[in-house]
């Protein structure tokens, strides 16, 4: 079986940083985009930032500036470095992967997120 496994999620100042960080492991032949979602209370789940395995990224208009993804394509992991973080920002973030497990078959896969919260 496949695992997205999350982890750096917790209580982040206004104005420092974070660091948040998702391997996949498991029966895994192949990975294409892998990205991060958010979803706060009341609000419905949306796209922070995606990026191909050849590294093309793409990032909602709110988080620009801000945020970097970034991926290591030998460990299978994928990275969100999230700078100046604002209580908007505060949700829970799932990470997500296109992959293809041994039996060749394309599907989309989620981990079980991880809470970021942002003090005002």
């Known amino acids: 079986q496949v695992q997205l496994v999350e982890s750096g999620g917790g209580l982040v100042q206004p104005g420092g940083s974070l660091r948040l960080s998702c391997a996949a492991s498991g029966s895994i032949y192949n990975i294409n985009t892998m990205a991060w979602y958010r979803q706060a209370t009341g609000k419905e789940r949306e796209l922070v930032a995606s990026?191909?395995?050849?590294?093309?990224?793409n990032y909602a208009d709110s988080v620009k500036g801000r945020c970097t993804i970034s991926r290591d394509n030998v460990k299978n992991t994928v990275y969100l470095q999230m700078n100046s973080p604002k209580p908007e920002d505060t949700a829970v973030y799932y990470c997500?992967?296109?992959?293809?497990?041994?039996?060749?078959?394309?599907?989309?896969?989620w981990g079980q997120g991880t809470q970021v919260t942002v003090s005002s």
């Open positions: 990026i191909s395995r050849g590294g093309i990224t």
């Open positions: 997500n992967a296109g992959l293809q497990t041994f039996d060749r078959i394309w599907r989309n896969y």
